[in-house]
T-cell receptor, first 115, second 111 residues
Framework: DADVTQTPRNRITKTGKRIMLECSQTKGHDRMYWYRQDPGLGLRLIYYSFDVKDINKGEISDGYSVSRQAQAKFSLSLESAIPNQTALYFC??????????????FGPGTRLLVL | DQQVKQNSPSLSVQEGRISILNCDYTNSMFDYFLWYKKYPAEGPTFLISISSIKDKNEDGRFTVFLNKSAKHLSLHIVPSQPGDSAVYFCAAATSGSRLTFGEGTQLTVNP
């Protein structure tokens, strides 16, 4: 079974609609992240959470919000979707070992198309 | 301000030859560097990393080289195999902080 899962895997929505992307992990990690990937731009960080009570903006948080419902769950919301939010979205986790360099583990991604 | 840059969007090599993927960074505070590999319809997967206290790290066919004075990172794959065809992202971080990713390089290994 996958350690980091994302639902849905694909979604088509219309401009102005609210949409939620969900991420769950079984790795027992404290830290969770949301990224988007656009062609030629690599992976850009939207929001991240170092524990259940901690939420931080990344480099491109405008138009997005997140909720950390539990250690294992981190959801990303688009309150009013717009076409330039069409992208591939990835959730990731890391162990959060203080002071140590760490690796992030990614989910399979959600492909979102906003019409 | 793109702190991590992969200037080659694509690279094509013959099976059995060496693949060299390059990455440059501007933030001298970065002290941890990683390479991720991504196949279509899958999330990125961790490949290899290097700490700034080293200049080389090897894992099987994969070797990462770090030149701190030039702020340059490279990934060598030898010998290259068709299954290595994927998008490769380099990433960098300071200790305990979030990762900054490059744009990615599409590697194609031709049989």
């Amino acid at each position: 079974d996958a350690d980091v899962t994302q639902t849905p895997r694909n979604r088509i929505t219309k401009t102005g609609k609210r949409i939620m992307l969900e991420c769950s992990q079984t790795k027992g990690h404290d830290r969770m992240y949301w990224y988007r990937q656009d062609p030629g731009l690599g992976l850009r960080l939207i929001y991240y959470s170092f524990d259940v009570k901690d939420i931080n903006k990344g480099e491109i948080s405008d138009g997005y919000s997140v909720s950390r419902q539990a250690q294992a769950k981190f959801s990303l919301s688009l309150e009013s979707a717009i076409p330039n939010q069409t992208a591939l979205y990835f959730c990731a986790t890391s162990a959060g070992l203080a002071g140590l360099q760490e690796t992030q583990y990614f989910g399979p991604g959600t492909r979102l198309l906003v019409l | 301000d793109q702190q991590v840059k992969q200037n080659s969007p694509s690279l094509s090599v013959q099976e059995g030859r060496i693949s060299i993927l390059n990455c440059d960074y501007t933030n001298s505070m970065f002290d941890y560097f990683l390479w991720y590999k991504k196949y279509p319809a899958e999330g990125p997967t961790f490949l290899i990393s290097i700490s700034s206290i080293k200049d080389k790290n090897e894992d099987g066919r994969f070797t990462v080289f770090l030149n701190k004075s030039a702020k340059h990172l490279s990934l060598h794959i030898v010998p290259s195999q068709p299954g290595d065809s994927a998008v490769y992202f380099c990433a960098a971080a300071t200790s305990g902080s979030r990762l900054t990713f490059g744009e990615g390089t599409q590697l194609t290994v031709n049989p």
